[in-house]
């Protein structure tokens, strides 16, 4: 299996990017962090990659951060969707998985 990767690259500029690979296990950890006094905060870390997602200003939320948010629910979905396609049938029936 290949882990969980980062890489930072350079430029002669400057920093150019930050280029990060989760290869999600059962061993990685998940979460939301729900706050009353700011928005919340998507967590994802496994072994030594860790990436948090939250809106620019968390003094403003705003429309565009939702529907950010919402892309971003898709692409789960179709994330998601794709995986269980990929599980043979078999194995569907047995963990109680949608055909």
């Known amino acids: 299996m290949i882990p969980s990767t980062a890489y930072i690259k350079f430029r002669p500029d400057g920093l150019g990017e930050v280029d990060a690979s989760l290869k999600l296990t059962g061993s990685s950890h998940i979460q939301c962090c729900l706050y009353a006094d700011r928005p919340a905060i998507l967590s994802v870390t496994d072994a030594h990659v860790s990436v948090s997602v939250t809106v620019p200003d968390s003094e403003a939320v705003t429309a565009a951060d939702v529907e950010t948010a919402r ?29």
């Open 71 to 99: 892309r971003l629910a898709d692409a789960l979905n179709q994330y998601i969707a794709d995986l269980e396609r990929r599980i043979p049938s078999a194995a569907r029936a047995a963990d109680g998985v949608a055909a």
